[in-house]
């Protein structure tokens, strides 16, 4: 079962971290069709939200075919979002492993790698708009300089 954290400092809703804790998990395969997501009072008493916070993520996981609500039996995962590629045992996965370890022995803390991974990630595949997914860049890919990233709230206000 998924274990939710919650980073109140991010700038990202409560829910919307919730939502992609669970696309992270599918992604890895430490959930799998047919696994129950903890109910919202599991979650609740887990990391202290509001329980309407968390049948909203729960809604967009069923919105977006991932998850299935089954009255009084809870929320089970539809389909999964694994590649071979990414599963635990893959080659990359391992490589990954050991870049990480290179990053903290030269001294780098955690931001600091996904800092560097986030701009490698940027550098490669094309950043969409917040509603559509990441896909690969049509042509040259953008230099570091020409991204333009922005934050839910700076999206909100201009709503």
Do not use: K
């Not at 980073?7 to 129950?36: F, K, N």
């Not at 939200?49 to 909203?56: D, E, G, H, S, W």
């Amino acid at each position: 079962m998924i274990a939710f954290r919650i980073d109140r400092r991010s700038g990202v809703a409560t829910y919307l971290q919730l939502v992609h804790q669970v696309r992270q998990a599918l992604r890895l395969g430490a959930l799998e069709p047919g696994d129950r997501l903890p109910t919202a009072r599991e979650v609740v008493a887990a990391v202290a939200i509001n329980p309407n916070t968390v049948l909203r993520a729960y809604r967009e996981l069923e919105r977006e075919g991932l998850v299935e609500p089954r009255p009084g039996q809870g929320t089970f995962v539809q389909r999964s979002l694994s590649r071979a590629a990414a599963g635990a045992d893959s080659p990359l996965r391992a490589e990954a492993v050991v870049w990480v370890a290179r990053a903290r022995a030269a001294g780098l803390e955690r931001e600091d790698v996904e800092a560097l991974a986030e701009a490698v990630l940027d550098e490669t595949f094309y950043v969409a708009p917040a509603d559509r997914a990441a896909t690969p860049a049509p042509g040259p890919t953008p230099s570091p300089e020409r991204v333009v990233r922005r934050s839910p709230q700076s999206m909100e206000e201009d709503t």
